[in-house]
């Protein structure tokens, strides 16, 4: 579609079917938006570190959402809401960049739909199951701190678009560190419960911490963030710990494909489908 | 048609007046969404949004808005750009945007903090939102997040009522 009325683009031409009922075609993110890739440009490492950033914000989203009906609050259930959703937002527009310069012509739908786990790039810390409030609190501010202090960085990047989402998504991840940050303070500093719980995951993404940081280096930013942090809430700061492999290798844990089961499994049963 | 109909500055207007899906007290020029409305040559109406956060879920609603309301208008060839530079900023929202917001009971933002490295803040910060409702000063943020990505809930400790806020970013 272009740019039609959604609803009525939605209500006309679907008579053969049902396949409108999820589907592709909706919406390009980056619809109207200059697709040149400036001369000199990596065409395929451009497109490799636009998909790993997408895949890590998309499977975050979806752990995300899984706190929607669970959360401790409604105002919690809120937030962890709204950060999905600024990721999943990212996400679409790092694939459809991805899309077009990997001379794929893939749209959004085919990286998030229809690749399997041994595909998807993301860091395995994302793909952890959530865990208690403690454990999901502990992953959104490594999460956030990392991709935050990236994300500063390629605001600068020679690609413009990767740089105009890079510059965009800073203002949106600094409200997520925020929230993380905030949370794991007052579960720090809060009652020996709470206190217990912070401090065992911290040691449970102590695995993680160093794939975050082979690929691009921010470690400094995060570590200080990190420190910062732990010191405010009474924690002791994660012992490093490396893990063989790498999710950004395509290395993962048993937890991703059971979650890509869920996300895919509407798109997977009907691959045709359009809105 | 006639031909006063194609005038650049009628769609120019036509365009600012479009109302927001979200926060329909608003037009998409109050929101400062609209970047850009210029014809070419051959009379296309160009018209450029930018989205307020990334997985804002209102941006097609608003190219179609923006299409349908053109053509209606008598201008046949109509086409939507998505501009993400520069990124959107609360800024943007007009001092007629912001006195709406206000009448409507959501408190307009304050100003966006500048480039550069985002510092992280643990101590509490008293940020000063007065109330829409009754004025008063004395008002705490409940949820930095709400309804949509781009307010926050806050509650007036002298009304006692709760209201939005529309975060600066």
């Not at chain 1, 679907?14 to 040149?36: C, S």
């Not at chain 1, 929607?68 to 996400?91: F, S």
């Not at chain 1, 690609?159 to 929230?179: N, T």
């Not at chain 1, 942090?229 to 893990?243: C, I, K, N, Q, S």
């Amino acid at each position: 579609m272009s740019d039609d009325h959604v609803y009525l683009t939605l209500a006309e031409g679907h008579d053969d079917d049902a396949r409108w009922a999820y589907g592709t075609g909706f919406e390009d993110p980056l619809h109207g938006v200059d697709t040149t890739v400036p001369e000199g440009l990596d065409a395929g490492e451009l497109a490799a570190v636009c998909v790993a950033l997408a895949d890590d914000a998309l499977i975050s989203a979806q752990r995300l959402a899984e706190w929607i009906t669970r959360a401790p609050e409604l105002e919690e259930e809120v937030a962890l809401a709204n950060i999905g959703l600024d990721l999943l937002g990212q996400a679409r527009l790092l694939y459809s960049r991805a899309g077009q310069v990997d001379g794929t012509g893939r749209d959004e739908d085919a990286y998030a739909y229809f690749r399997g786990a041994d595909d998807f790039r993301n860091v395995r810390l994302a793909e952890l199951p959530n865990g208690d409030f403690a454990f999901s609190v502990v992953r959104l501010l490594l999460l956030a701190s990392w991709r935050l202090a990236h994300f500063e960085r390629l605001a600068s990047h020679p690609d413009p678009v990767l740089a105009a989402i890079a510059a965009k998504g800073v203002k949106e991840l600094s409200y997520h560190r925020q929230y993380a940050a905030e949370w794991a303070v007052r579960l720090g500093d809060g009652t020996d419960e709470s206190h217990r719980r912070m401090r065992k995951a911290l040691e449970q993404v102590a695995p993680y911490l160093g794939e975050l940081f082979t690929a691009y280096d921010v470690r400094d930013e995060v570590v200080a963030v990190l420190k910062q942090v732990t010191e405010a809430a009474g924690l002791p700061m994660p012992v490093y710990r490396p893990l063989p492999g790498s999710g950004r290798h395509g290395e993962h844990t048993q937890h991703l494909a059971p979650l890509l089961a869920e996300l895919q499994g509407v798109a997977r049963a009907h691959p045709e489908a359009t809105w | 048609m006639v031909i006063t109909s194609l005038d650049p500055r009628r769609a120019r207007r036509i365009a600012e007046q479009v109302p927001d899906p979200e926060l329909p007290m608003l037009t998409l020029a109050d929101l400062g969404v609209l970047r850009s409305v210029e014809t070419t040559e051959d009379g296309t109406v160009v018209a450029s949004l930018t989205p307020t956060y990334s997985g804002c879920p209102a941006m097609a609603e608003m190219r179609a808005d923006v299409s349908a309301r053109l053509r209606e208008a008598g201008y046949p060839r109509v086409e939507i750009r998505t501009v993400l530079d520069p990124p959107w900023t609360s800024d943007w929202i007009t001092p007629a945007g912001r006195r709406k917001l206000a009448e409507h009971g959501i408190a307009p933002p304050a100003p966006a903090p500048r480039g550069g490295p985002v510092p992280l803040v643990l101590s509490p910060t008293r940020q000063a939102v007065a109330c829409p409702r009754c004025g008063s000063a004395d008002t705490e943020e409940t949820s930095r997040f709400a309804a949509t990505s781009c307010k926050a809930l806050w509650r007036c400790r002298a009304c006692r009522e709760p209201f939005e806020y529309v975060k600066e970013i």
